[in-house]
């Protein structure tokens, strides 16, 4: 429901440098360098070997790797989908074969504000998490013909648009984890895991309290495939306090 989301299907990250004005020579040399980083990733290069949408799909490997979040036969809800890299990589990984289509032991439900490309086996739910009409959808997906289905794994991606004023964005990211984790208390199975994405700086430690007080385990991890320079870093919840 990223406002600010993974909207390129062609491996640009979710926010590129703004487009230099005419004239602006520091500017085109940084949008210029940025393309030569971005270009020369190996994970972008990986990402289009493997046929992944966006190199965002190795954070969430690693931290799955590391962790043991995604299991045959899970319930998983990809917050903030699109382009649709974690679903892929959720799909794949719930697959008897690890394939990218055929046999499903699972299931994949995805929501985005923005459009996302079709994924075999994925239900897509268009629309802003924060709106209650959206997560009553939501809710609907999660029913079955012996009712409500409880998640194994919730997976967040979501990001606000920054604007560059701290406190507001600190405010934004934190309204973003927090229905994340009020998802994640109303709809996980006891020993469920919570996967969110936020940035070091205002509000970071308090989200964190926050992980601590609602999961008996908490794990932050700034996978490899985060940009070095980059002050995102995820929080792993594993196993809701009851």
Not at 84 to 108: D, E
Not at 152 to 174: F, H, K, T, W, Y
Request: hydrophobic share 40%; proline share 5%.
């Amino acid at each position: 429901m990223k406002v600010n989301a993974k909207s390129d299907h062609k491996l640009l990250p979710k926010s590129t440098p703004k487009v230099a004005v005419k004239g602006d020579a520091k500017g085109k040399k940084v949008n210029k360098a940025w393309l030569h980083d971005h270009i020369n990733d190996p994970y972008v290069k990986q990402a289009r070997k493997e046929g992944y949408r966006a190199r965002a799909a190795f954070k969430l490997k690693e931290m799955d790797e590391t962790l043991g979040l995604v299991k045959p036969g899970d319930c998983v809800v990809d917050l903030g989908s699109t382009p649709g890299a974690w679903s892929q990589y959720v799909r794949r990984k719930l697959s008897p074969t690890g394939a990218a289509a055929g046999a499903l032991n699972g299931r994949i439900i995805a929501l985005d504000l923005l459009p996302m490309e079709p994924i075999e086996g994925v239900a897509f739910i268009q629309g802003d998490f924060r709106e209650p009409d959206v997560l009553e959808k939501l809710e609907l997906a999660l029913r079955s013909e012996q009712g409500a289905v409880k998640v194994d794994l919730v997976i967040s991606d979501m990001a606000p648009n920054l604007s560059g004023i701290e406190s507001v964005d600190a405010a934004r990211i934190a309204h973003l984890v927090e229905l994340a984790v009020e998802f994640a208390q109303s709809r996980m199975k006891p020993d469920g895991s919570l996967v969110v994405k936020l940035f070091h700086g205002s509000g970071y430690d308090d989200l964190v309290k926050l992980f601590q007080s609602t999961f008996k385990v908490v794990k932050r991890i700034k996978p490899k495939a985060s940009r070095s320079n980059s002050s995102e870093t995820f929080l792993v919840g594993k196993s809701l306090k009851m």
